[in-house]
T-cell receptor, first 113, second 109 residues
Framework: ETGVTQSPTHLIKTRGQQVTLRCSSQSGHNTVSWYQQALGQGPQFIFQ???????GRGNFPPRFSGLQFPNYSSELNVNALELDDSALYLC????????????FGPGTRLTVT | AQRVTQPEKLLSVFKGAPVELKCNYSYSGSPELFWYVQYSRQRLQLLLR??SRESIKGFTADLNKGETSFHLKKPFAQEEDSAMYYC???????????FGAGTILRVKS
């Protein structure tokens, strides 16, 4: 059984650019949640996708958007990058919507300069 | 407002000493609370849920609604317990987790 994978591992972008982060969910999981973890903070919920539909959103501006594909993998897109977007972005997949069944990926470290 | 507070950024104890990682929360109603752990170079993983009332790796946590706390305890710390620990609750608004800032537990030999 393959766990949750994320790509890339890390990347550096310039303020104002756009970025796409990718997440492959664990086999059999149809729900993907994205979290932002700033340095020294706990993860903060961005949004969740369930069967290709957005199923809840945290307190993030519209320039944070996402997609879920028929194979349940997911993308997080961030437009007009700001310095404060520098963080570790975590993806978690689950077989349903129970939060305690979320399995986390290793994260993507985004640095905005 | 729903909030999780972990007052200690770092807790350092000697091997064999008792451990208590503090977690306080603010929440309307009956919260669903969790402890997550992240060992060095590993991904974030669920340690335990208050609903299951089980002991995992010798750790237990009791929900105290009067004190709005969910402290994580272990009677005898081991070096392999060294990790980052996050307390979290299930949001009232949807299937999302609200995390505290985390506490680094360092167990010294």
């Amino acid at each position: 059984e393959t766990g949750v994978t994320q790509s890339p591992t890390h990347l550096i972008k310039t303020r104002g650019q756009q970025v796409t982060l990718r997440c492959s969910s664990q086999s059999g999981h149809n729900t993907v949640s994205w979290y932002q973890q700033a340095l020294g903070q706990g993860p903060q919920f961005i949004f969740q996708y369930y069967r290709e539909e957005e199923n809840g959103r945290g307190n993030f501006p519209p320039r944070f958007s996402g997609l879920q594909f028929p194979n349940y993998s997911s993308e997080l897109n961030v437009n007009a990058l700001e310095l404060d977007d520098s963080a570790l972005y975590l993806c978690a997949s689950s077989p349903g919507q129970a939060v305690y069944e979320q399995y986390f990926g290793p994260g993507t470290r985004l640095t905005v300069t | 407002a729903q909030r999780v507070t972990q007052p200690e950024k770092l807790l350092s104890v000697f091997k064999g000493a008792p451990v208590e990682l503090k977690c306080n929360y603010s929440y309307s109603g009956s919260p669903e609370l969790f402890w997550y752990v992240q060992y060095s170079r590993q991904r974030l993983q669920l340690l335990l849920r208050h609903i299951s009332r089980e002991s995992i790796k010798g750790f237990t946590a009791d929900l105290n609604k009067g004190e709005t706390s969910f402290h994580l305890k272990k009677p005898f710390a081991q070096e392999e317990d060294s990790a980052m620990y996050y307390c979290a609750l299930k949001s009232l608004y949807g299937n999302k987790l609200v995390f505290g800032a985390g506490t680094i537990l360092r167990v010294k030999s």
